[in-house]
Protein backbone atom coordinates (compact mmCIF):
# COMPACT_ATOMS: atom_id res chain seq x y z
CA UNK A 1 0.00 0.00 0.00
CA UNK A 2 2.81 2.43 0.58
CA UNK A 3 4.53 1.79 -2.59
CA UNK A 4 1.20 3.02 -4.35
CA UNK A 5 1.50 6.40 -2.01
CA UNK A 6 4.80 7.13 -2.69
CA UNK A 7 4.71 6.36 -6.55
CA UNK A 8 2.75 9.24 -7.09
CA UNK A 9 6.18 11.60 -5.90
CA UNK A 10 8.80 9.96 -7.61
CA UNK A 11 11.65 11.96 -9.06
CA UNK A 12 12.78 11.20 -12.50
CA UNK A 13 15.93 9.44 -11.24
CA UNK A 14 13.43 6.81 -9.53
CA UNK A 15 11.31 6.43 -12.42
CA UNK A 16 14.29 5.88 -14.87
CA UNK A 17 15.29 2.74 -12.15
CA UNK A 18 11.81 1.78 -11.83
CA UNK A 19 11.66 1.46 -15.66
CA UNK A 20 15.21 -0.72 -16.14
CA UNK A 21 14.00 -3.00 -13.08
CA UNK A 22 10.92 -3.83 -15.09
CA UNK A 23 12.63 -4.35 -18.21
CA UNK A 24 14.96 -6.47 -15.89
CA UNK A 25 12.37 -8.16 -14.36
CA UNK A 26 10.65 -8.86 -18.15
CA UNK A 27 13.64 -10.63 -19.32
CA UNK A 28 14.04 -12.50 -16.37
CA UNK A 29 10.45 -13.58 -16.52
CA UNK A 30 10.23 -14.53 -20.30
CA UNK A 31 13.60 -16.09 -19.73
CA UNK A 32 11.18 -18.78 -17.26
CA UNK A 33 8.21 -19.35 -19.57
CA UNK A 34 9.93 -18.77 -23.12
CA UNK A 35 11.29 -22.27 -23.31
CA UNK A 36 7.98 -23.90 -22.04
CA UNK A 37 6.20 -21.97 -24.91
CA UNK A 38 8.83 -23.28 -27.46
CA UNK A 39 8.01 -26.55 -26.22
CA UNK A 40 4.71 -26.69 -27.05
CA UNK A 41 5.20 -24.97 -30.40
CA UNK A 42 7.39 -27.87 -31.70
CA UNK A 43 4.84 -30.49 -30.26
CA UNK A 44 2.63 -28.88 -33.13
CA UNK A 45 5.43 -28.41 -35.84
CA UNK A 46 5.43 -30.97 -38.50
CA UNK A 47 8.88 -32.68 -39.79
CA UNK A 48 10.22 -30.36 -42.61
CA UNK A 49 9.19 -27.22 -40.16
CA UNK A 50 11.52 -28.57 -37.45
CA UNK A 51 14.44 -29.71 -39.88
CA UNK A 52 14.12 -26.34 -41.66
CA UNK A 53 14.01 -23.95 -38.84
CA UNK A 54 14.58 -25.99 -35.48
CA UNK A 55 12.37 -25.56 -32.19
CA UNK A 56 10.08 -22.29 -32.33
CA UNK A 57 7.40 -21.00 -30.71
CA UNK A 58 5.50 -20.33 -33.51
CA UNK A 59 6.50 -23.61 -35.86
CA UNK A 60 6.08 -22.55 -39.48
CA UNK A 61 4.04 -24.93 -40.64
CA UNK A 62 1.81 -26.91 -37.91
CA UNK A 63 0.32 -30.71 -37.94
CA UNK A 64 -0.88 -32.27 -34.85
CA UNK A 65 0.61 -35.37 -35.93
CA UNK A 66 2.91 -35.75 -33.01
CA UNK A 67 -0.23 -35.84 -31.05
CA UNK A 68 -2.46 -38.04 -33.68
CA UNK A 69 0.70 -40.65 -33.53
CA UNK A 70 0.80 -40.55 -29.43
CA UNK A 71 -2.65 -41.42 -29.14
CA UNK A 72 -2.55 -44.30 -31.68
CA UNK A 73 -0.24 -46.28 -29.24
CA UNK A 74 -1.22 -44.65 -26.34
CA UNK A 75 -0.34 -47.25 -23.93
CA UNK A 76 3.36 -46.66 -23.08
CA UNK A 77 1.81 -42.72 -22.12
CA UNK A 78 -1.28 -44.59 -20.28
CA UNK A 79 0.79 -46.97 -18.06
CA UNK A 80 2.99 -44.12 -16.77
CA UNK A 81 -0.01 -41.67 -16.16
CA UNK A 82 -1.73 -45.02 -14.46
CA UNK A 83 1.70 -45.31 -12.08
CA UNK A 84 1.75 -41.38 -11.71
CA UNK A 85 -1.75 -40.68 -10.85
CA UNK A 86 -1.86 -43.84 -7.86
CA UNK A 87 1.56 -43.88 -6.51
CA UNK A 88 1.19 -39.35 -6.18
CA UNK A 89 -2.83 -40.10 -4.19
CA UNK A 90 -1.26 -42.96 -1.87
CA UNK A 91 1.55 -41.40 -1.41
CA UNK A 92 -0.26 -37.91 -0.39
CA UNK A 93 -2.69 -39.48 1.32
CA UNK A 94 -0.57 -41.95 3.28
CA UNK A 95 2.29 -38.69 3.98
CA UNK A 96 -0.27 -36.37 5.36
CA UNK A 97 -1.75 -39.37 7.51
CA UNK A 98 1.82 -40.26 9.18
CA UNK A 99 3.05 -36.37 9.38
CA UNK A 100 -0.01 -34.84 10.61
CA UNK A 101 -0.57 -37.47 13.21
CA UNK A 102 3.35 -37.32 14.45
CA UNK A 103 3.30 -33.68 13.97
CA UNK A 104 0.30 -33.40 16.37
CA UNK A 105 1.57 -35.10 18.73
CA UNK A 106 4.76 -33.29 19.07
CA UNK A 107 2.61 -29.84 18.98
CA UNK A 108 0.65 -31.05 22.29
CA UNK A 109 2.61 -29.33 25.37
CA UNK A 110 0.95 -31.99 27.62
CA UNK A 111 2.33 -34.91 26.25
CA UNK A 112 5.38 -36.18 28.53
CA UNK A 113 7.52 -37.68 25.66
CA UNK A 114 7.17 -34.47 23.62
CA UNK A 115 10.85 -34.04 23.38
CA UNK A 116 12.07 -37.44 23.00
CA UNK A 117 10.23 -37.76 19.95
CA UNK A 118 11.06 -34.38 19.02
CA UNK A 119 14.83 -35.39 18.66
CA UNK A 120 14.40 -38.39 17.58
CA UNK A 121 12.89 -37.05 14.28
CA UNK A 122 15.16 -33.87 14.24
CA UNK A 123 18.22 -36.42 14.42
CA UNK A 124 16.93 -37.64 10.72
CA UNK A 125 18.03 -34.18 9.56
CA UNK A 126 21.30 -33.75 10.60
CA UNK A 127 22.35 -37.46 9.60
CA UNK A 128 21.60 -40.15 7.18
CA UNK A 129 22.75 -43.11 6.01
CA UNK A 130 23.77 -42.23 2.63
CA UNK A 131 22.39 -43.60 -0.59
CA UNK A 132 23.82 -46.86 -0.87
CA UNK A 133 22.40 -48.49 3.31
CA UNK A 134 19.22 -47.36 1.47
CA UNK A 135 18.88 -49.15 -1.43
CA UNK A 136 19.93 -52.13 -0.17
CA UNK A 137 17.36 -51.94 2.53
CA UNK A 138 14.30 -51.14 -0.22
CA UNK A 139 15.71 -53.04 -3.10
CA UNK A 140 16.98 -56.29 -1.19
CA UNK A 141 15.80 -56.05 2.83
CA UNK A 142 12.72 -55.12 2.14
CA UNK A 143 12.28 -57.00 -1.67
CA UNK A 144 10.79 -53.83 -2.79
CA UNK A 145 12.79 -53.98 -6.33
CA UNK A 146 10.45 -53.56 -9.22
CA UNK A 147 7.33 -53.07 -6.78
CA UNK A 148 5.29 -49.67 -7.38
CA UNK A 149 5.62 -49.92 -3.31
CA UNK A 150 9.00 -48.85 -4.19
CA UNK A 151 7.62 -45.41 -5.73
CA UNK A 152 5.43 -44.99 -3.27
CA UNK A 153 6.66 -45.49 0.45
CA UNK A 154 10.58 -44.08 0.66
CA UNK A 155 10.01 -40.29 0.78
CA UNK A 156 6.39 -40.81 2.16
CA UNK A 157 7.24 -38.91 5.56
CA UNK A 158 10.28 -36.77 6.15
CA UNK A 159 11.25 -34.33 9.25
CA UNK A 160 10.76 -31.22 7.31
CA UNK A 161 7.52 -32.05 6.82
CA UNK A 162 6.06 -32.78 9.93
CA UNK A 163 8.15 -29.75 11.42
CA UNK A 164 5.81 -27.63 9.15
CA UNK A 165 2.54 -29.97 10.09
CA UNK A 166 3.83 -29.25 13.94
CA UNK A 167 3.89 -25.54 13.36
CA UNK A 168 0.34 -25.23 12.16
CA UNK A 169 -1.06 -27.64 15.18
CA UNK A 170 0.81 -25.29 17.63
CA UNK A 171 -1.80 -22.13 16.48
CA UNK A 172 -4.77 -24.16 17.44
CA UNK A 173 -5.62 -23.11 20.93
CA UNK A 174 -5.05 -25.57 23.69
CA UNK A 175 -8.37 -24.28 25.30
CA UNK A 176 -10.56 -26.00 23.13
CA UNK A 177 -8.54 -29.50 22.92
CA UNK A 178 -8.95 -28.99 26.73
CA UNK A 179 -12.36 -28.40 26.77
CA UNK A 180 -13.25 -31.48 24.55
CA UNK A 181 -11.34 -33.36 27.13
CA UNK A 182 -13.26 -32.23 29.83
CA UNK A 183 -16.54 -33.44 27.70
CA UNK A 184 -15.38 -36.71 27.82
CA UNK A 185 -14.03 -36.91 23.70
CA UNK A 186 -11.09 -39.16 23.40
CA UNK A 187 -7.90 -38.21 21.57
CA UNK A 188 -8.70 -39.86 18.80
CA UNK A 189 -12.03 -38.41 18.75
CA UNK A 190 -9.89 -34.72 19.33
CA UNK A 191 -7.84 -35.10 16.34
CA UNK A 192 -10.30 -36.04 13.82
CA UNK A 193 -13.32 -34.04 14.36
CA UNK A 194 -11.67 -30.47 16.20
CA UNK A 195 -8.01 -30.73 15.43
CA UNK A 196 -8.36 -32.03 11.50
CA UNK A 197 -11.54 -29.66 10.24
CA UNK A 198 -9.63 -26.48 11.97
CA UNK A 199 -6.16 -27.69 10.45
CA UNK A 200 -8.14 -27.71 6.38
CA UNK A 201 -5.43 -25.14 5.65
CA UNK A 202 -2.33 -27.14 6.29
CA UNK A 203 -3.47 -29.65 4.63
CA UNK A 204 -3.91 -28.20 1.63
CA UNK A 205 -0.75 -27.03 1.89
CA UNK A 206 1.36 -29.33 3.02
CA UNK A 207 -1.24 -32.49 0.17
CA UNK A 208 -0.18 -29.48 -2.57
CA UNK A 209 3.68 -30.29 -2.22
CA UNK A 210 3.38 -33.11 -1.58
CA UNK A 211 1.45 -34.15 -4.96
CA UNK A 212 4.36 -32.16 -6.77
CA UNK A 213 6.73 -34.29 -4.99
CA UNK A 214 4.52 -37.68 -6.49
CA UNK A 215 4.16 -36.37 -9.71
CA UNK A 216 7.70 -34.87 -10.52
CA UNK A 217 8.80 -38.07 -8.98
CA UNK A 218 11.44 -40.30 -10.97
CA UNK A 219 14.31 -40.76 -9.10
CA UNK A 220 13.10 -44.13 -7.46
CA UNK A 221 12.21 -45.47 -10.57
CA UNK A 222 15.68 -45.15 -11.93
CA UNK A 223 16.83 -46.62 -8.75
CA UNK A 224 14.58 -49.48 -8.30
CA UNK A 225 12.53 -50.13 -11.09
CA UNK A 226 13.72 -51.73 -14.47
CA UNK A 227 10.14 -52.90 -15.38
CA UNK A 228 9.10 -50.73 -18.54
CA UNK A 229 5.23 -50.55 -17.47
CA UNK A 230 5.62 -49.60 -14.20
CA UNK A 231 7.52 -46.20 -14.03
CA UNK A 232 6.27 -42.91 -13.53
CA UNK A 233 5.78 -39.65 -16.08
CA UNK A 234 9.19 -38.05 -15.36
CA UNK A 235 11.58 -41.31 -15.68
CA UNK A 236 9.63 -42.43 -19.50
CA UNK A 237 10.08 -38.65 -20.36
CA UNK A 238 13.95 -39.17 -19.38
CA UNK A 239 14.16 -42.64 -20.68
CA UNK A 240 12.41 -41.48 -24.10
CA UNK A 241 14.86 -38.03 -24.62
CA UNK A 242 18.03 -40.32 -23.59
CA UNK A 243 17.16 -43.08 -26.06
CA UNK A 244 17.22 -40.21 -29.02
CA UNK A 245 20.06 -38.71 -27.86
CA UNK A 246 21.85 -42.11 -27.80
CA UNK A 247 20.32 -42.53 -31.65
CA UNK A 248 22.11 -39.52 -32.32
CA UNK A 249 25.29 -39.67 -31.37
CA UNK A 250 28.19 -41.45 -32.27
CA UNK A 251 28.22 -44.96 -31.20
CA UNK A 252 24.51 -44.75 -31.67
CA UNK A 253 24.93 -44.40 -35.03
CA UNK A 254 27.28 -47.06 -35.67
CA UNK A 255 24.71 -49.88 -34.15
CA UNK A 256 21.33 -48.37 -35.52
CA UNK A 257 21.32 -47.04 -38.89
CA UNK A 258 18.57 -44.62 -37.64
CA UNK A 259 16.11 -43.41 -40.31
CA UNK A 260 16.39 -40.09 -40.30
CA UNK A 261 12.72 -38.96 -40.87
CA UNK A 262 11.45 -41.08 -37.86
CA UNK A 263 14.35 -39.87 -35.79
CA UNK A 264 12.94 -35.95 -36.76
CA UNK A 265 9.03 -36.92 -36.80
CA UNK A 266 10.24 -37.93 -32.95
CA UNK A 267 11.26 -34.65 -31.95
CA UNK A 268 7.59 -33.30 -32.21
CA UNK A 269 6.38 -36.22 -30.59
CA UNK A 270 8.84 -36.08 -27.44
CA UNK A 271 8.34 -32.52 -27.27
CA UNK A 272 4.35 -33.79 -26.90
CA UNK A 273 4.93 -36.41 -24.69
CA UNK A 274 6.83 -33.26 -22.41
CA UNK A 275 3.43 -31.38 -22.86
CA UNK A 276 1.04 -34.08 -22.06
CA UNK A 277 3.39 -34.72 -18.98
CA UNK A 278 3.85 -31.24 -17.66
CA UNK A 279 0.19 -29.75 -18.38
CA UNK A 280 -1.56 -30.79 -15.59
CA UNK A 281 1.07 -29.30 -13.27
CA UNK A 282 2.19 -25.82 -14.84
CA UNK A 283 -2.52 -25.32 -15.70
CA UNK A 284 -2.98 -26.08 -12.02
CA UNK A 285 -0.25 -25.17 -9.43
CA UNK A 286 -0.03 -21.20 -10.32
CA UNK A 287 -3.38 -21.18 -8.89
CA UNK A 288 -1.97 -22.67 -5.66
CA UNK A 289 0.40 -20.48 -5.63
CA UNK A 290 -0.02 -19.40 -2.22
CA UNK A 291 -0.53 -22.05 -0.43
CA UNK A 292 3.29 -22.28 -1.75
CA UNK A 293 4.42 -19.15 -0.68
CA UNK A 294 2.76 -19.74 2.80
CA UNK A 295 4.31 -23.27 3.05
CA UNK A 296 8.05 -21.58 3.02
CA UNK A 297 7.15 -18.94 5.42
CA UNK A 298 6.58 -20.92 8.27
CA UNK A 299 9.42 -22.46 7.94
CA UNK A 300 10.74 -20.64 10.77
CA UNK A 301 9.13 -22.78 13.32
CA UNK A 302 11.25 -25.03 15.42
CA UNK A 303 11.75 -26.47 18.75
CA UNK B 1 21.03 -33.62 22.76
CA UNK B 2 19.90 -31.45 25.11
CA UNK B 3 16.34 -32.32 24.51
CA UNK B 4 17.34 -35.85 25.89
CA UNK B 5 19.06 -34.73 29.23
CA UNK B 6 15.94 -32.38 30.09
CA UNK B 7 13.50 -35.06 29.95
CA UNK B 8 15.89 -37.58 31.79
CA UNK B 9 16.11 -34.24 34.50
CA UNK B 10 12.13 -34.09 34.59
CA UNK B 11 12.05 -38.00 34.85
CA UNK B 12 14.42 -38.04 37.92
CA UNK B 13 11.77 -37.69 40.88
CA UNK B 14 8.81 -39.29 39.48
CA UNK B 15 8.15 -42.46 41.21
CA UNK B 16 7.66 -46.31 39.08
CA UNK B 17 3.87 -45.60 39.75
CA UNK B 18 3.73 -42.19 38.24
CA UNK B 19 5.76 -42.91 35.52
CA UNK B 20 3.71 -45.75 34.86
CA UNK B 21 0.56 -43.78 34.86
CA UNK B 22 1.81 -41.30 33.13
CA UNK B 23 2.39 -43.57 30.55
CA UNK B 24 -1.01 -45.11 30.84
CA UNK B 25 -2.58 -41.54 30.40
CA UNK B 26 -0.65 -40.58 27.65
CA UNK B 27 -0.82 -44.25 25.56
CA UNK B 28 -3.56 -42.54 22.68
CA UNK B 29 -1.00 -40.04 21.96
CA UNK B 30 1.60 -42.50 21.65
CA UNK B 31 -0.04 -45.06 19.88
CA UNK B 32 -0.79 -41.52 16.83
CA UNK B 33 2.52 -41.24 17.26
CA UNK B 34 3.71 -44.52 16.60
CA UNK B 35 3.28 -45.06 12.80
CA UNK B 36 5.46 -42.43 11.42
CA UNK B 37 7.73 -43.16 14.67
CA UNK B 38 8.31 -46.71 13.24
CA UNK B 39 8.74 -45.37 9.75
CA UNK B 40 11.27 -42.79 10.75
CA UNK B 41 13.06 -45.89 12.16
CA UNK B 42 13.04 -48.21 9.20
CA UNK B 43 14.01 -45.63 6.53
CA UNK B 44 16.26 -43.11 8.54
CA UNK B 45 17.29 -45.17 11.51
CA UNK B 46 18.18 -48.41 10.09
CA UNK B 47 19.93 -47.17 6.83
CA UNK B 48 22.38 -45.74 9.59
CA UNK B 49 24.14 -49.12 9.29
CA UNK B 50 25.40 -47.59 6.80
CA UNK B 51 28.18 -46.27 8.64
CA UNK B 52 30.22 -49.83 9.42
CA UNK B 53 29.00 -50.77 5.85
CA UNK B 54 32.41 -49.39 4.26
CA UNK B 55 34.36 -52.04 6.75
CA UNK B 56 33.32 -55.20 5.68
CA UNK B 57 33.48 -56.78 2.55
CA UNK B 58 29.87 -56.99 1.29
CA UNK B 59 28.41 -59.96 -0.92
CA UNK B 60 24.72 -59.63 -1.64
CA UNK B 61 24.94 -63.29 -1.45
CA UNK B 62 26.11 -63.59 2.36
CA UNK B 63 24.13 -60.23 3.51
CA UNK B 64 24.73 -57.22 5.35
CA UNK B 65 26.04 -59.70 8.90
CA UNK B 66 27.66 -62.77 7.33
CA UNK B 67 30.33 -60.28 4.83
CA UNK B 68 33.30 -60.33 6.31
CA UNK B 69 34.88 -57.35 8.24
CA UNK B 70 37.39 -55.86 6.08
CA UNK B 71 38.87 -52.63 8.28
CA UNK B 72 40.42 -49.73 5.77
CA UNK B 73 40.72 -51.84 3.09
CA UNK B 74 37.38 -50.51 1.09
CA UNK B 75 39.50 -46.59 1.55
CA UNK B 76 42.75 -47.29 0.68
CA UNK B 77 42.22 -46.30 -2.80
CA UNK B 78 40.34 -43.77 -2.41
CA UNK B 79 42.74 -40.71 -2.44
CA UNK B 80 44.50 -42.52 -5.59
CA UNK B 81 40.80 -42.18 -7.11
CA UNK B 82 41.00 -39.74 -10.10
CA UNK B 83 37.58 -39.84 -10.67
CA UNK B 84 36.57 -39.36 -7.25
CA UNK B 85 39.03 -36.53 -6.54
CA UNK B 86 37.32 -34.64 -9.68
CA UNK B 87 34.27 -35.45 -8.48
CA UNK B 88 34.41 -33.51 -4.98
CA UNK B 89 36.67 -30.51 -6.44
CA UNK B 90 33.65 -30.40 -8.92
CA UNK B 91 30.88 -30.62 -6.00
CA UNK B 92 33.15 -27.88 -3.90
CA UNK B 93 33.27 -25.81 -6.72
CA UNK B 94 29.71 -25.76 -8.05
CA UNK B 95 28.64 -24.76 -4.73
CA UNK B 96 30.56 -22.02 -4.05
CA UNK B 97 29.24 -20.68 -7.29
CA UNK B 98 25.95 -20.90 -6.75
CA UNK B 99 25.59 -20.03 -3.41
CA UNK B 100 27.48 -16.62 -4.23
CA UNK B 101 25.40 -16.16 -7.48
CA UNK B 102 22.38 -18.02 -6.01
CA UNK B 103 22.42 -15.59 -2.99
CA UNK B 104 22.89 -12.57 -4.98
CA UNK B 105 20.73 -12.42 -7.79
CA UNK B 106 17.98 -14.03 -5.13
CA UNK B 107 18.49 -11.18 -3.17
CA UNK B 108 18.29 -8.39 -6.16
CA UNK B 109 15.48 -10.15 -7.49
CA UNK B 110 13.54 -9.25 -3.86
CA UNK B 111 14.62 -6.01 -3.92
CA UNK B 112 13.13 -4.94 -7.13
CA UNK B 113 10.14 -6.69 -6.22
CA UNK B 114 9.92 -4.80 -2.76
CA UNK B 115 9.97 -1.36 -5.37
CA UNK B 116 7.12 -2.62 -7.58
CA UNK B 117 3.26 -2.49 -6.98
CA UNK B 118 1.41 -5.43 -6.06
CA UNK B 119 -0.30 -6.36 -9.16
CA UNK B 120 3.04 -6.83 -10.87
CA UNK B 121 4.88 -8.69 -8.07
CA UNK B 122 1.95 -10.80 -8.46
CA UNK B 123 2.79 -11.50 -12.49
CA UNK B 124 6.49 -11.59 -11.91
CA UNK B 125 6.28 -13.85 -9.40
CA UNK B 126 3.60 -16.58 -11.20
CA UNK B 127 6.45 -16.26 -14.26
CA UNK B 128 9.47 -16.95 -11.60
CA UNK B 129 8.27 -19.55 -10.17
CA UNK B 130 7.21 -21.59 -12.96
CA UNK B 131 10.93 -23.27 -13.11
CA UNK B 132 10.31 -24.50 -9.19
CA UNK B 133 6.88 -26.55 -10.74
CA UNK B 134 8.73 -28.88 -12.73
CA UNK B 135 10.95 -31.55 -12.56
CA UNK B 136 14.89 -31.87 -13.25
CA UNK B 137 13.66 -34.33 -16.22
CA UNK B 138 11.18 -31.53 -17.66
CA UNK B 139 14.27 -28.93 -17.11
CA UNK B 140 16.45 -31.04 -19.08
CA UNK B 141 14.05 -30.59 -22.07
CA UNK B 142 14.17 -27.05 -21.39
CA UNK B 143 18.00 -26.71 -21.59
CA UNK B 144 17.82 -29.09 -24.91
CA UNK B 145 15.56 -26.57 -26.60
CA UNK B 146 18.54 -24.00 -26.22
CA UNK B 147 21.31 -26.77 -26.58
CA UNK B 148 20.29 -29.22 -29.08
CA UNK B 149 23.30 -29.51 -32.07
CA UNK B 150 20.52 -29.46 -35.00
CA UNK B 151 17.59 -27.76 -33.57
CA UNK B 152 18.44 -26.06 -30.59
CA UNK B 153 17.78 -22.13 -30.76
CA UNK B 154 21.26 -21.26 -29.83
CA UNK B 155 22.99 -22.99 -32.67
CA UNK B 156 20.36 -21.78 -34.98
CA UNK B 157 21.31 -18.56 -34.21
CA UNK B 158 25.20 -19.04 -34.08
CA UNK B 159 24.79 -20.78 -37.70
CA UNK B 160 22.12 -18.20 -39.01
CA UNK B 161 25.39 -15.33 -38.28
CA UNK B 162 27.62 -17.44 -40.36
CA UNK B 163 29.47 -19.42 -37.18
CA UNK B 164 30.07 -22.76 -36.81
CA UNK B 165 26.93 -24.88 -34.60
CA UNK B 166 28.65 -26.17 -31.76
CA UNK B 167 28.93 -29.39 -29.97
CA UNK B 168 27.39 -28.42 -26.49
CA UNK B 169 26.98 -32.19 -25.62
CA UNK B 170 30.47 -33.53 -26.28
CA UNK B 171 32.44 -30.91 -25.03
CA UNK B 172 32.85 -30.49 -20.55
CA UNK B 173 34.63 -26.69 -21.21
CA UNK B 174 30.99 -25.29 -21.44
CA UNK B 175 28.85 -27.47 -19.10
CA UNK B 176 30.56 -24.95 -15.47
CA UNK B 177 28.11 -22.46 -17.32
CA UNK B 178 25.32 -24.11 -18.66
CA UNK B 179 25.08 -26.11 -15.38
CA UNK B 180 25.08 -22.56 -13.28
CA UNK B 181 22.61 -21.19 -15.35
CA UNK B 182 20.46 -23.83 -15.02
CA UNK B 183 21.09 -24.29 -11.06
CA UNK B 184 19.95 -20.11 -11.01
CA UNK B 185 17.36 -20.61 -13.53
CA UNK B 186 15.32 -23.03 -11.73
CA UNK B 187 15.92 -21.80 -7.91
CA UNK B 188 15.79 -18.19 -8.14
CA UNK B 189 11.76 -17.55 -8.42
CA UNK B 190 11.75 -19.36 -5.31
CA UNK B 191 14.67 -17.90 -3.01
CA UNK B 192 13.55 -14.24 -4.43
CA UNK B 193 10.17 -14.54 -2.81
CA UNK B 194 11.68 -16.03 0.82
CA UNK B 195 13.85 -12.88 0.74
CA UNK B 196 10.92 -10.84 -0.46
CA UNK B 197 8.45 -11.54 1.98
CA UNK B 198 11.31 -10.99 4.77
CA UNK B 199 11.56 -7.72 3.43
CA UNK B 200 7.81 -7.36 3.76
CA UNK B 201 8.09 -7.38 7.43
CA UNK B 202 10.39 -4.34 7.24
CA UNK B 203 9.23 -0.78 8.96
CA UNK B 204 7.94 1.20 6.58
CA UNK B 205 8.47 4.80 8.47
CA UNK B 206 12.06 4.12 7.81
CA UNK B 207 12.14 4.36 4.32
CA UNK B 208 9.28 7.51 4.59
CA UNK B 209 12.31 9.20 6.93
CA UNK B 210 14.48 8.59 4.43
CA UNK B 211 12.31 9.95 1.63
CA UNK B 212 11.74 13.19 3.35
CA UNK B 213 15.81 13.45 3.62
CA UNK B 214 15.77 12.82 0.10
CA UNK B 215 17.09 9.67 -0.19
CA UNK B 216 15.95 8.03 -3.95
CA UNK B 217 14.97 4.26 -4.07
CA UNK B 218 18.45 3.50 -4.68
CA UNK B 219 19.99 4.79 -1.86
CA UNK B 220 16.78 3.06 0.29
CA UNK B 221 17.78 0.02 -1.25
CA UNK B 222 21.22 -0.16 -0.16
CA UNK B 223 21.04 1.48 2.96
CA UNK B 224 17.76 0.13 4.07
CA UNK B 225 16.72 -2.79 2.34
CA UNK B 226 19.95 -4.66 2.22
CA UNK B 227 20.74 -4.32 5.76
CA UNK B 228 17.17 -4.87 6.71
CA UNK B 229 17.58 -8.87 5.73
CA UNK B 230 21.36 -8.98 6.32
CA UNK B 231 20.83 -11.56 8.79
CA UNK B 232 18.42 -13.53 6.10
CA UNK B 233 20.88 -13.72 4.12
CA UNK B 234 24.00 -14.53 6.45
CA UNK B 235 21.77 -17.10 7.86
CA UNK B 236 20.41 -18.84 4.50
CA UNK B 237 24.59 -18.42 3.38
CA UNK B 238 25.55 -20.52 6.07
CA UNK B 239 23.38 -23.01 6.26
CA UNK B 240 23.90 -24.23 2.72
CA UNK B 241 27.40 -23.73 3.74
CA UNK B 242 26.48 -26.73 5.93
CA UNK B 243 25.45 -28.74 2.72
CA UNK B 244 28.63 -27.97 0.67
CA UNK B 245 29.54 -31.22 0.14
CA UNK B 246 26.09 -32.30 -1.04
CA UNK B 247 25.29 -31.99 -4.81
CA UNK B 248 21.21 -31.82 -6.50
CA UNK B 249 21.83 -35.49 -7.98
CA UNK B 250 18.38 -34.74 -10.47
CA UNK B 251 20.33 -31.62 -11.91
CA UNK B 252 23.63 -32.86 -12.67
CA UNK B 253 22.29 -36.26 -13.78
CA UNK B 254 19.35 -34.74 -16.29
CA UNK B 255 20.47 -31.63 -17.24
CA UNK B 256 24.27 -33.11 -18.76
CA UNK B 257 21.87 -36.12 -19.88
CA UNK B 258 24.45 -37.91 -17.89
CA UNK B 259 27.07 -37.99 -20.66
CA UNK B 260 30.35 -39.89 -19.84
CA UNK B 261 31.68 -37.14 -22.46
CA UNK B 262 30.93 -34.69 -19.82
CA UNK B 263 31.90 -36.20 -16.73
CA UNK B 264 34.92 -33.91 -16.38
CA UNK B 265 33.38 -30.97 -15.63
CA UNK B 266 29.25 -32.16 -14.80
CA UNK B 267 30.67 -35.46 -12.10
CA UNK B 268 29.91 -34.45 -8.31
CA UNK B 269 29.86 -36.43 -5.54
CA UNK B 270 26.08 -37.82 -5.43
CA UNK B 271 26.45 -38.54 -9.22
CA UNK B 272 29.76 -40.60 -8.47
CA UNK B 273 28.29 -42.33 -5.90
CA UNK B 274 25.52 -43.58 -7.74
CA UNK B 275 27.21 -44.52 -10.71
CA UNK B 276 29.44 -46.89 -8.39
CA UNK B 277 26.35 -48.64 -7.19
CA UNK B 278 24.11 -48.87 -9.51
CA UNK B 279 26.17 -49.07 -12.70
CA UNK B 280 29.35 -50.64 -11.47
CA UNK B 281 27.86 -52.72 -8.47
CA UNK B 282 30.76 -51.79 -6.38
CA UNK B 283 29.11 -51.72 -2.84
CA UNK B 284 32.81 -51.26 -1.19
CA UNK B 285 33.69 -48.12 -2.93
CA UNK B 286 30.22 -46.31 -3.08
CA UNK B 287 29.20 -47.13 0.56
CA UNK B 288 32.81 -46.04 1.32
CA UNK B 289 32.22 -42.54 -0.23
CA UNK B 290 28.72 -42.36 1.26
CA UNK B 291 29.49 -42.58 4.31
CA UNK B 292 32.59 -39.98 4.55
CA UNK B 293 30.26 -37.84 2.40
CA UNK B 294 27.61 -38.33 4.95
CA UNK B 295 30.08 -37.85 8.09
CA UNK B 296 31.46 -34.48 6.18
CA UNK B 297 28.09 -33.48 5.99
CA UNK B 298 27.38 -33.56 9.67
CA UNK B 299 29.82 -32.36 10.73
CA UNK B 300 29.34 -29.19 8.63
CA UNK B 301 25.78 -28.60 9.39
CA UNK B 302 26.74 -29.22 13.48
CA UNK B 303 29.42 -26.32 12.88
CA UNK B 304 27.66 -24.13 10.69
CA UNK B 305 24.32 -24.47 13.12
CA UNK B 306 26.34 -23.62 16.67
CA UNK B 307 27.45 -20.58 14.17
CA UNK B 308 24.24 -19.44 13.33
CA UNK B 309 22.96 -19.94 16.61
CA UNK B 310 25.73 -17.49 17.89
CA UNK B 311 24.58 -14.79 15.57
CA UNK B 312 20.76 -15.21 15.89
CA UNK B 313 19.29 -18.17 17.90
CA UNK B 314 16.21 -17.69 16.01
CA UNK B 315 17.15 -18.99 12.72
CA UNK B 316 19.03 -21.59 14.30
CA UNK B 317 17.90 -25.46 12.86
CA UNK B 318 17.99 -26.23 16.89
Known sequence: ?????????????????????????????????????VIIGTSFATQEAIINSGYKMIPTEASLEAYRSILHNPRQLADAYGVTIFTTVV??????????????????????YRRVLSFYMFFTMLFNGGLVPTYILISKWLGLQNSIWALIIPGMCGAWNIMLMKGFFQSIPSALIESAKIDGAGEFKIFLSIVMPLSKPAFATLGLLMVLTGW???????????DQNKVQLQYLLMVIMRNIEFLKSAEGQQITNVNVEREVASQAVRMA??????????????????????????????? | MSAKKTTKKAEAPLSQSSRASRFKKSLPLTIMALPAFLYIFIFNYIPLYGLVLPFKDYKPRLGFLGSKWIGFKNFEFLLNNEQLIHAVKNTLMYNVVFIILGTAISVFVALMLYEMSRTSVKIYQTAIFVPHYISWVIAAYVFMVFLDMDYGILNKIITSLGGDAVLWYNNPKYWPVILTIAHIWKGFGYSAVIYYSALMGLDESLFEAAELDGAGKLKQMWYISLPGIRNMIIMLFIMHIGKIFNADFGMFYNISLNSPLLYKTTDVIDTYIYRTLIELGDVGLSSSVSMLQAVLG?????????????????????
Do not use: E
Request: glycine share 8%.
Open chain 1, 1 to 37: MKLLKTKNRKSGGDRVLHAVFHIIMIILALSCVYPFL
Open chain 2, 298 to 318: FILVITTNTIVNKIDSDSALY
Open chain 1, 216 to 226: NGWYHSLLYIT
Open chain 1, 273 to 303: MCVLATGPILCVFPFFQKYFSKGLTVGSVKG
Open chain 1, 91 to 112: QTLGGLALTSTYGYVLSRKDYP
